[in-house]
T-cell receptor, first 109, second 115 residues
Framework: EDQVTQSPEALRLQEGESSSLNCSYTVSGLRGLFWYRQDPGKGPEFLFTLYSAGEEKEKERLKATLTKKESFLHITAPKPEDSATYLCAVQATDYKLSFGAGTTVTVRA | GAVVSQHPSWVICKSGTSVKIECRSLDFQATTMFWYRQFPKQSLMLMATSNEGSKATYEQGVEKDKFLINHASLTLSTLTVTSAHPEDSSFYIC???????????FGPGTRLTVL
C-alpha cells in the first residue's frame, strides 16, 4: 500500500525565516510526486511535479527536491502570503494520487 | 493552467435527502475525473475514479450505491450523495486529468453539511 508521511504537522515561521518541509513516501512504481498548496476551504492548487531522484523545481520562494525515499519543499524568505497547508502526493502507475496529511505553515509578519 | 469548477460551493440539506455535486473541466477535455473527500484537519481521501462513458471505480470502503458517480461527457462528472446522513458531512473535491498527462487539476471543493 502506498504511504505518504509529511512532517512537521505544523510550522510557524517569522517572515524571512527559511525552512523545509519533508515528505517521506513508499510507493510501488512511482509515476510522479506532487506538491500542492491548499488554502482553508479551497481545493488544492498545483505547485510541482517531480519524476525522478535528483530532480529539482523552483517557483518564486519555493523549491522542491526529490530522492528515492523523500521529497523536500524548501521555503526561502517566506512572506505571510505563503501561509497555507502544503500537501504532498505520490502517483502510482494507475494514476491515482495518495496524499499525505499536510504541513500547515503559518508565516508571521 | 487548466480550470476545474464545482457547483455548488456549499450545500446544507436535511438527513435522508440526496445531493448532487457537479464537476466541470472548463478549458480542456477530462478523460478521467477523481472524487475525493476531506474531513476537517485531514488529508484528501480518494473515493472513486471515473472515466468518460464507463462506470466509476470505487475505492475500498466507499459505498457505490450511496455515492453515485456519472461521467457522461468529457467535461462533466457528477457525484450524488443519496440518503445523506450527518456523517456524510464533509468537503468533497473533484479533480480532472487528461489521458497521457500526469497532472490532476482540482476543483474548489463543495462543503456538504447534513443536518
Amino acid at each position: 500500500e502506498d504511504q505518504v508521511t509529511q512532517s512537521p504537522e505544523a510550522l510557524r515561521l517569522q517572515e524571512g525565516e527559511s525552512s523545509s518541509l519533508n515528505c517521506s513516501y513508499t510507493v510501488s512504481g512511482l509515476r510522479g510526486l506532487f506538491w500542492y498548496r491548499q488554502d482553508p476551504g479551497k481545493g488544492p492548487e498545483f505547485l510541482f511535479t517531480l519524476y525522478s531522484a535528483g530532480e529539482e523545481k523552483e517557483k518564486e520562494r519555493l523549491k522542491a527536491t526529490l530522492t528515492k525515499k523523500e521529497s523536500f519543499l524548501h521555503i526561502t524568505a517566506p512572506k505571510p502570503e505563503d501561509s497555507a497547508t502544503y500537501l504532498c502526493a505520490v502517483q502510482a502507475t494507475d494514476y491515482k494520487l495518495s496524499f499525505g496529511a499536510g504541513t500547515t505553515v503559518t508565516v508571521r509578519a | 493552467g487548466a480550470v476545474v469548477s464545482q457547483h455548488p460551493s456549499w450545500v446544507i440539506c436535511k438527513s435522508g435527502t440526496s445531493v448532487k455535486i457537479e464537476c466541470r473541466s472548463l478549458d480542456f477535455q477530462a478523460t478521467t475525473m477523481f472524487w475525493y473527500r476531506q474531513f476537517p484537519k485531514q488529508s484528501l481521501m480518494l473515493m472513486a475514479t471515473s472515466n468518460e462513458g464507463s462506470k466509476a471505480t470505487y475505492e475500498q470502503g466507499v459505498e457505490k450505491d450511496k455515492f453515485l458517480i456519472n461521467h457522461a461527457s468529457l467535461t462533466l462528472s457528477t457525484l450524488t450523495v443519496t440518503s445523506a446522513h450527518p456523517e456524510d458531512s464533509s468537503f468533497y473535491i473533484c479533480s480532472a486529468g487528461t489521458s497521457g498527462i500526469n497532472e490532476q487539476f482540482f476543483g474548489p471543493g463543495t462543503r456538504l453539511t447534513v443536518l
